[in-house]
T-cell receptor, first 115, second 110 residues
Framework: DAGITQSPRYKITETGRQVTLMCHQTWSHSYMFWYRQDLGHGLRLIYYSAAADITDKGEVPDGYVVSRSKTENFPLTLESATRSQTSVYFC??????????????FGPGTRLTVL | QKEVEQNSGPLSVPEGAIASLNCTYSDQGSQSFFWYRQYSGKSPELIMFIYSNGDKEDGRFTAQLNKASQYVSLLIRDSQPSDSATYLCAVNAGDYKLSFGAGTTVTVRA
């Protein structure tokens, strides 16, 4: 299917485990983003990527690792999950060459629970 | 840290009324402004964007921007139950990033 997909949609893990959240987009958008959404905080940017092999930190990067070897994929890894990382995670993509150039398209989200 | 503040909710309006949502931002250099709608359990979707001072209308939605006051608002006219959602204000934050407000939840009473 075309668009932006995330997997898994739901994940329960335990403290200290490594978890990888997947994000895949079929639009060939150059920019991709990872957010977490918590009650009262809105969307907070974790990491973003301007192109394959180019990534940068956002507002709340601690405890997370990203990579982007291909334009279409942007996985997010929690190296050692903590309870404070329980959240809903959204991946998004954007195409600066098409207006509005800051418009971001969001995936369906992954609800992560860390016990 | 670029900040985006939205008026606290929840906002409850009767069907057919106007819902007014407000957003202020701290970065004077911001150039583009977005309103996203997010239904419960779903992902955000763009409903309006505005770049220039003044009003921009799209159907029942009107975005208003005042850069001097660093203020952007969203009006929803003839509110419908299907407008019940959380509305997120977003402001460009450089390098195609967006800073989001915490959101205002709107409930339209039938």
């Amino acid at each position: 299917d075309a668009g932006i997909t995330q997997s898994p949609r739901y994940k329960i893990t335990e403290t200290g485990r490594q978890v990888t959240l997947m994000c895949h987009q079929t639009w060939s958008h150059s920019y991709m983003f990872w957010y977490r959404q918590d009650l009262g905080h809105g969307l907070r940017l974790i990491y973003y990527s301007a192109a394959a092999d180019i990534t940068d930190k956002g507002e709340v990067p601690d405890g997370y690792v990203v990579s982007r070897s291909k334009t279409e994929n942007f996985p997010l890894t929690l190296e050692s999950a903590t309870r404070s990382q329980t959240s809903v995670y959204f991946c998004a993509s954007s195409d600066p060459d098409n207006p509005p150039d800051n418009e971001q398209f969001f995936g369906p989200g992954t609800r992560l629970t860390v016990l | 840290q670029k900040e985006v503040e939205q008026n606290s909710g929840p906002l409850s309006v009767p069907e057919g009324a106007i819902a007014s949502l407000n957003c202020t931002y701290s970065d004077q250099g911001s150039q583009s402004f977005f309103w996203y709608r997010q239904y419960s359990g779903k992902s955000p979707e763009l409903i309006m964007f505005i770049y220039s001072n003044g009003d921009k209308e799209d159907g029942r939605f009107t975005a208003q921007l005042n850069k001097a006051s660093q203020y952007v608002s969203l009006l929803i006219r003839d509110s419908q139950p299907s407008d019940s959602a959380t509305y997120l204000c977003a402001v460009n934050a450089g390098d195609y990033k967006l800073s989001f407000g915490a959101g205002t939840t709107v409930t339209v009473r039938a």
